[in-house]
């Protein structure tokens, strides 16, 4: 019998498959917090670029069975990226409800997990049909390169071949993989963009809005100048013109005072 306190949010309901088919196996997400770090963020990356496609289903560290009526067979890989399902929210992956397997796992490998990734884990997706297998090591000690990816041929894993910048590409997502100086990069190559968080989206964003105020802000303060210099060379240009105006009429009395000057003289001879 299940029980809970007032209040509680119970978000599924149970079912007798949740007592056939545990949601848990009792194990750690991540076995650092390195791991874990790097994890949730290729989760949130991969969930925010399928955002506008509802058949897409992202999930990472869900159990996964495989033969119907034996829970023993189970398996719960780090990332999975499956197409044609719905984002329903799921608390285990049943392969023979879902009606086909997913079309992308990753595992982050350990020094506790990178054997059976590499064999166990390996043959299993293979013999599933789980189309790209990706493998991340992100202490860099473990697999003979940091990132590796397998795609499905003839029921076999074949390795995928690094490009000429380095990025695995992997053919069921459509994204490259890239390892870096930040850890682990996703691209897509027809958005030409790099996979971000909705919280590094908007940092972007942000600041991408504030260096555009900045630019902005400068051009109006570089015409106000320019403005400014111009009105002060107006007002010079006024006052040059205003004191040619009183040159002017001054040499005219000058020179009227020297004719009338004259004009007694010539009378006084």
Avoid: C
């Avoid at 608390?91 to 590499?118: C, H, I, Q």
């Amino acid at each position: 019998m299940h029980t809970h306190k007032e209040g509680t949010h119970i978000p599924y309901a149970p079912t007798e498959d949740d007592e056939l088919y545990p949601d848990s196996d009792g194990k750690p997400m991540a076995v650092s917090d390195l791991h874990r770090r790097i994890l949730m963020r290729t989760l949130q990356v991969l969930d925010a670029h399928f955002e506008e496609r509802p058949e897409v289903y992202v999930s990472g560290d869900i159990l996964m069975y495989y033969v119907e009526g034996d829970p023993r067979k189970s398996v719960s890989p780090d990332v999975l990226v499956a197409f044609g399902l719905g984002k329903k929210p799921r608390r285990s992956y049943l392969v023979w409800k879902e009606g086909k397997v997913p079309d992308f796992a990753m595992e982050f490998s350990s020094k506790g997990t990178y054997r059976n990734d590499l064999g166990r884990k390996m043959e299993l997706y293979a013999s599933l049909g789980i189309q790209d297998y990706f493998l991340y090591d992100a202490e860099g000690l473990y697999l003979s390169s940091p990132i590796m990816g397998f795609t499905l041929v003839d029921g076999l894993y074949a390795p995928i071949s690094a490009g000429s910048d380095g990025g695995l590409h992997s053919t069921a997502l459509g994204l490259d993989f890239y390892v870096g100086d930040v850890g682990l990069g996703i691209y897509d190559p027809v958005g030409n963009n790099w996979l971000q968080t909705p919280a590094e989206s908007a940092l972007a964003y942000a600041e991408l809005a504030l260096a555009r105020a900045e630019t902005a802000e400068t051009r109006a303060e570089t015409a106000e100048t320019r403005a400014e210099t111009a009105e002060t060379r107006a007002e010079q240009q006024t006052i040059r013109a205003e004191q040619e105006t009183t040159a002017r009429q001054k040499a005219k009395a000058e020179l009227a005072e020297l004719r009338e000057e004259l004009e007694r003289l010539k009378a006084q001879t």
